[in-house]
């Protein structure tokens, strides 16, 4: 599940000392003093619809560390879906930004899934609320493995990213839908700069992703202002449709 980063530059690495005692992820957030909207977004996630990026994996197979050809398309899309959060026993209704993100191996097909997301007033974070999964199998639909949804089996809502409280060494859940997706970020480098087919970046963010669903594994992802994510594991952004 590690991909390499091969195109990161000026690295700001946590001091040794934090190593030490490292904080707990955090999973309890203030949401009920959250005004939610499905468009804004901040500088590194965009919900604004039209947006499309394009990844490959292109720079891995040229360098003989991937054997096979990977490619992601991210839409965000002008589709909203209404969820539903529990708020002091009573029922709450989100409108929450679709995003769609279209995985294919060899051109084959392997997942469709459409992520929910909104944005925090006054706070600007952007929250993740779940996601429908398509898992694809000779083209057809084998599997939803993966699926959550805010509000449902107890799954609560988790941040994908902050505003302006980027802190090293700052942990939190993306996803809290126990038993099913419990995916956590931890910030580990900021003003990265990044040279990509998509184009040069400056001021990016690198966060890695970790689950206690399955221990050691880990996931690297670089963000930029005012593209989002270019990087995640071995793909890389290719082109960007804004």
């Given at each position: 599940?590690?991909?390499?980063?091969?195109?990161?530059?000026?690295?700001?690495?946590?001091?040794?000392?934090?190593?030490?005692?490292?904080?707990?992820?955090?999973?309890?957030?203030?949401?009920?003093?959250?005004?939610?909207?499905?468009?804004?977004?901040?500088?590194?996630?965009?919900?604004?619809?039209?947006?499309?990026?394009?990844?490959?994996?292109?720079?891995?197979l040229a360098s003989g560390e991937c054997e096979e050809r990977e490619d992601l398309i991210i839409t965000v899309t002008?589709?909203?879906?209404?969820?539903?959060?529990?708020?002091d026993g009573k029922r709450r209704p989100v409108w929450t930004r679709v995003i769609v993100e279209e995985e294919r191996?060899?051109?084959?097909?392997?997942?469709?899934?459409?992520?929910?997301?909104?944005?925090?007033?006054?706070?600007?974070?952007?929250?993740?609320?779940?996601?429908?999964?398509?898992?694809?199998?000779?083209?057809?639909?084998?599997?939803?493995?993966?699926?959550?949804?805010?509000?449902?089996?107890?799954?609560?809502?988790?941040?994908?990213?902050?505003?302006?409280?980027?802190?090293?060494?700052?942990?939190?859940?993306?996803?809290?839908?126990?038993?099913?997706?419990?995916?956590?970020?931890?910030?580990?480098?900021?003003?990265?700069?990044?040279?990509?087919?998509?184009?040069?970046?400056?001021?990016?963010?690198?966060?890695?992703?970790?689950?206690?669903?399955?221990?050691?594994?880990?996931?690297?992802?670089?963000?930029?202002?005012?593209?989002?994510?270019?990087?995640?594991?071995?793909?890389?952004?290719?082109?960007?449709?804004?």
């Amino acid at each position: 599940m590690t991909r390499h980063n091969r195109c990161v530059a000026l690295l700001v690495f946590l001091p040794l000392a934090a190593a030490a005692e490292e904080p707990d992820f955090t999973d309890d957030f203030p949401v009920e003093q959250c005004a939610f909207m499905p468009f804004g977004g901040n500088a590194y996630f965009s919900l604004m619809p039209g947006r499309r990026t394009y990844f490959d994996n292109s720079s891995c197979l040229a360098s003989g560390e991937c054997e096979e050809r990977e490619d992601l398309i991210i839409t965000v899309t002008s589709g909203v879906k209404k969820v539903w959060l529990d708020d002091d026993g009573k029922r709450r209704p989100v409108w929450t930004r679709v995003i769609v993100e279209e995985e294919r191996e060899n051109n084959e097909l392997k997942e469709i899934s459409r992520n929910y997301f909104a944005m925090c007033m006054p706070s600007r974070d952007v929250y993740y609320f779940g996601e429908d999964v398509d898992i694809y199998e000779d083209g057809r639909i084998v599997s939803h493995e993966g699926a959550w949804l805010a509000g449902r089996d107890g799954a609560e809502p988790g941040i994908i990213m902050p505003d302006s409280a980027f802190i090293l060494g700052q942990r939190y859940y993306q996803e809290v839908a126990p038993g099913v997706a419990l995916d956590r970020a931890e910030h580990v480098a900021a003003g990265l700069e990044i040279d990509l087919h998509a184009g040069n970046f400056e001021d990016c963010l690198e966060v890695t992703e970790t689950t206690p669903l399955e221990p050691g594994s880990e996931s690297t992802k670089v963000y930029c202002p005012g593209v989002g994510m270019v990087i995640d594991n071995d793909l890389e952004a290719i082109a960007v449709e804004r």
